[in-house]
C-alpha cells in the first residue's frame, strides 16, 4: 500500500494480495484517523461480504473466488471503545456482469485498489444496540 495526504484526504493505492480491511486499519492507526468517509474501487479475486438479519440479528457470509471488479466500496471509519473500528459494504461485478455484495468482512485485491479517505474533524464512537444487534453510532 502507498499513499498521499491531500488536505484532510487520503489517495490510496493498494496492490495485490493486500487484504483491504486490514490495510485501512494500518492507515487509520498509522495516521491517528478516528472519524473518517471512505470510497474505492478497483479489482479483487477472493472476498467475503455478509448480509445482516434482522429477525435472528445474525450476518450470512458469503464467500467469492474468481475475477471481480469493485463496482463500489463505501463506508466509515470511527471507534468503538475509543479504538479503531471499521464499517464497509463492498459489491463486486463477475465476468457475466452480475454484481454481489453486502457488509465487507474480507477482500483480497487483486490487481489493485484505489482507495480515497476523507477524514472529518471529530470522533463519533459506537456502542452495541440490543434492540438492532448491531454496532451502531453514539453521539
Known amino acids: 500500500m502507498e499513499y498521499r495526504k491531500f488536505a484532510n484526504t487520503y489517495v490510496v ?30 479489482a479483487v479475486n477472493d472476498f467475503t461480504v455478509g448480509v445482516f438479519h434482522t429477525d435472528t440479528k445474525e450476518y450470512q457470509s458469503n464467500r467469492f473466488q474468481g475475477c471481480y471488479e469493485i463496482v463500489s466500496l463505501t463506508g466509515t471509519i470511527n471507534t468503538m471503545d475509543g479504538a479503531f473500528y471499521c464499517h464497509l459494504h463492498m ?37 452495541f444496540s440490543d434492540t438492532v444487534g448491531l454496532n451502531l453510532f453514539r453521539f
Open 13 to 42: 493505492r493498494m496492490d495485490p494480495g493486500e487484504e483491504i480491511l486490514e490495510q485501512v486499519k494500518v492507515l487509520s492507526q498509522a495516521e491517528g484517523i478516528t472519524l473518517a468517509s471512505v470510497q474505492a474501487l478497483g
Open 91 to 127: 459489491s463486486a461485478g463477475d465476468e457475466q456482469g452480475r454484481v454481489v455484495g453486502g457488509h465487507l468482512n474480507r477482500a483480497v485485491v487483486s490487481a489493485t485498489c484505489e482507495m480515497i479517505i476523507t477524514e472529518i474533524p471529530g470522533t463519533v464512537d459506537r456502542a
